[in-house]
């Protein structure tokens, strides 16, 4: 896939993201592009199947196993719960109800949080809108591993761990490295998600809250379906910081993997991405992208040249906010 070096740091670019430059171009060549934006009909729908199918699967875990209970929560539950926090991505750019019902939209994320067990839908779009602001930006980006995950996950076994463990730094990185005042949409995200979890315990015991919860961790981990997380912005080829995924696993993701796509236009709902790279084919077809996010995940741990340090990371001025 072209050179690559071992590295010891980040690759360190003084150039602005490419996104906002290939938006313009895109734009003014395709002006009709512009019809992809505004709330897709059918995620509010599609959302709200999948967490009522998850209290559906609490009531039927509840006198399983434990065994039993962590299998299925790795191999049903989970994914529904990973699913739902890419669900969460897109209602975090206001594509459930539009830019001018911003607090249903922030509601609604609360919802899809349910089924997670853990508060995260508000925490997520006050960071979200800095990863798209300032990619890869020092301090700024919380997307972005520290420098001890850098320096410490560079075997084979050690990046095995840090895949494994991914939901606890993604959870504790912003804490470090871009502490925010705690907002009252969190609090309330919190209030919500705990109150459902001990109704979720008064109604049918520890069992099913520990599916939910399990299954969060687990498949924000070491499953296939969390081979996004590294097949989106690490540099498996030196000058590209964004990679698309075309595959089938686009279908439980809400089209995460029409990555560039998405950094080029956010405001363009998943369901309308692969519009997006039809339209403009000539911009995206010659992109490197991933075949595959179980070889990525792979490639990720074996390859002496690839680990947490394998990011672009730049210093951005802050913008004014408005």
């Not at 072209?2 to 996104?19: A, I, K």
């Not at 925490?123 to 972005?144: A, C, E, T, W």
């Not at 979720?200 to 379906?225: E, S």
């Not at 956010?266 to 403009?280: D, E, N, Y």
Request: glycine share 6%; hydrophobic share 45%.
């Amino acid at each position: 896939m072209g050179n690559r070096v071992t590295r010891d740091d980040f690759e360190w670019v003084y150039t602005e993201q490419p996104h906002t430059q290939r938006r313009k171009e895109i734009l003014a060549k395709y002006p009709e592009i512009k019809t992809l934006m505004g709330p897709d009909p059918h995620l509010k729908w599609i959302v709200s199947g999948m967490v009522f199918m998850q209290l559906l699967a609490c009531y039927l875990v509840k006198d399983l196993s434990w065994k039993w209970i962590f299998f299925w929560a790795y191999a049903f539950g989970g994914c529904i719960n990973h699913s739902l926090t890419l669900a969460i991505h897109d209602i975090s750019h206001n594509v459930a109800f539009g830019n001018k019902q911003a607090r249903w939209n922030r509601w609604f994320a609360v919802f899809a949080n349910l089924p997670i067990g853990i508060p995260y839908s508000a925490s997520f779009k006050k960071y979200h809108i800095d990863h798209h602001r300032y990619l890869g930006g020092d301090s700024l980006d919380v997307d972005i591993p520290t420098d001890f995950e850098g320096w410490f996950f560079c075997t084979p076994l050690r990046k095995l761990l840090w895949l494994f463990l991914q939901p606890l730094f993604y959870s504790l990185r912003p804490l470090y490295v871009n502490p925010k005042a705690i907002t009252r949409m969190e609090i309330l995200n919190a209030l919500v998600q705990f109150s459902i979890d001990l109704l979720i315990y008064y109604l049918w015991g520890l069992k099913p809250v520990i599916y939910l919860i399990a299954g969060t961790i687990l498949c924000l981990g070491l499953h296939p379906i969390s081979g996004h997380f590294i097949a989106e912005h690490y540099m498996f080829l030196k000058g590209y910081e964004t990679y698309s995924y075309y595959g089938p696993l686009n279908w439980l993701t809400f089209n995460v993997g029409y990555h560039m796509e998405h950094h080029d236009f956010p405001s363009i709902p998943g369901c309308r991405l692969p519009m997006v790279k039809k339209i403009a084919a000539e911009y995206y077809d010659n992109l490197p992208h991933h075949q595959s996010w179980i070889r990525v995940l792979w490639d990720f741990v074996f390859d002496d040249t690839l680990g947490p340090y394998s990011r672009v990371k730049r210093m951005c001025k802050l913008a004014k906010e408005s």
